[in-house]
């Protein structure tokens, strides 16, 4: 099973950059969509942004223009780059792994703190 390990979470003022990176282990990414989930506190966790085999993508309405997701199959890698951030995308962010039936593996999570 795959196993993934988020990193580059971090606090960032209203209108900043952040970069998150999900590195992958123990079977390659390059067969499998991935994607990137944030969940707020109270609230259910929702999809940010995927990224099939082929590159196609796909992502959140409250994001499209600000966030690209990423892929590099040689270094087993997903990223997250997040611009004009907003306090509503404070959330941690989990990096997920797909099955044919949808997610099946979830990093640990990394949290984002957007401050006004």
């Known amino acids: 099973q795959v196993q993934l390990v988020e990193s580059g979470g971090g606090l960032v003022q209203a209108g900043g950059s952040l970069r998150l990176s999900c590195a992958a282990s123990?079977?390659?990414?390059?067969?499998?969509?991935m994607g990137w989930y944030r969940q707020a506190p109270g609230k259910q966790r929702e999809l940010v942004a995927e990224?099939?085999?082929?590159?196609?993508?796909n992502y959140a309405d409250s994001v499209k223009g600000r966030f690209t997701i990423s892929r590099d199959n040689a270094k087993n890698t997903v990223y997250l780059s997040m611009d004009s951030l907003k306090p509503e995308d404070t959330a941690v962010y989990y990096c997920?792994?797909?099955?044919?039936?949808?997610?099946?593996?979830w990093g640990q999570g990394t949290q984002v703190t957007v401050s006004s």
């Open positions: 123990r079977s390659p990414i390059s067969i499998r969509t």
């Open positions: 990224v099939t085999t082929g590159g196609s993508t």
């Open positions: 997920a792994a797909y099955s044919p039936l949808g997610p099946a593996s």
